[in-house]
């Protein structure tokens, strides 16, 4: 009888650090998500940073688009308010999108674009697009890392009864997913 105890005792402690196990496996993979997100983040607003000076430089050339500086203000300004991996995610398509139409209209004058000031505004908006790239593709790895222990079992029923839930992806769409052209000839 003794020895039954014993048994059972060990198997619930066996049991607990397993339970334990996957707990703190969840949690270190969902705290690795919300940094991955963090770096996202950084480099979002880098890019924010640079469009009010890219505006700026191109306004200064062409004053009479003011219905394209409107967009991309108003887009700059959805973006950084946006809440949440979705919102975020319509949001920066909407951004790039503007962003594209206002590099558009920088290419129809060449005197712009021949600026010192509008090819470093340039080469550091080429940067910033390929390290939110980058930070995307790392955020979404790691998202897919932790759904996928939130989905298999057994660390599923433990993500269930500690209330783990499902991450977004950081997508763009269709539109949205090239760079936009930012090197021009001169």
Do not use: C
Not at 35 to 40: D, L, M, P, Y
Request: charged share 20%; no cysteine.
């Amino acid at each position: 009888m003794v020895w039954g105890i014993v048994i059972a005792v060990a198997i619930a402690v066996v049991f607990l650090f397993v339970l334990v196990g996957m707990y703190n496996r969840l949690v270190r993979l969902r705290n690795r998500s919300e940094n991955a997100w963090a770096q996202v983040d950084v480099q979002l607003r880098r890019r924010y940073d640079l469009i009010p000076n890219l505006v700026e430089t191109v306004k200064a050339y062409a004053a009479h688009e003011r219905e394209t500086f409107e967009t991309v203000t108003k887009a700059r300004a959805a973006a950084q308010q946006a809440q949440g991996v979705e919102q975020q995610a319509q949001a920066e398509n909407a951004l790039t999108a503007a962003l594209g139409r206002l590099l558009a209209v920088a290419e129809a004058y060449p005197q712009l674009r021949a600026t010192e000031n509008f090819q470093q505004l340039q080469a550091q908006l080429t940067d910033v697009e390929q390290n939110i790239a980058v930070a995307r593709q790392v955020y979404n790895d790691t998202v897919l890392t932790y759904d996928n222990a939130l989905e298999t079992v057994p660390t599923n029923v433990v993500a269930g009864v500690f209330n783990f839930r499902e991450r977004a992806y950081f997508e763009a769409d269709d539109a949205a997913r090239e760079v936009p052209a930012v090197q021009f000839s001169t």
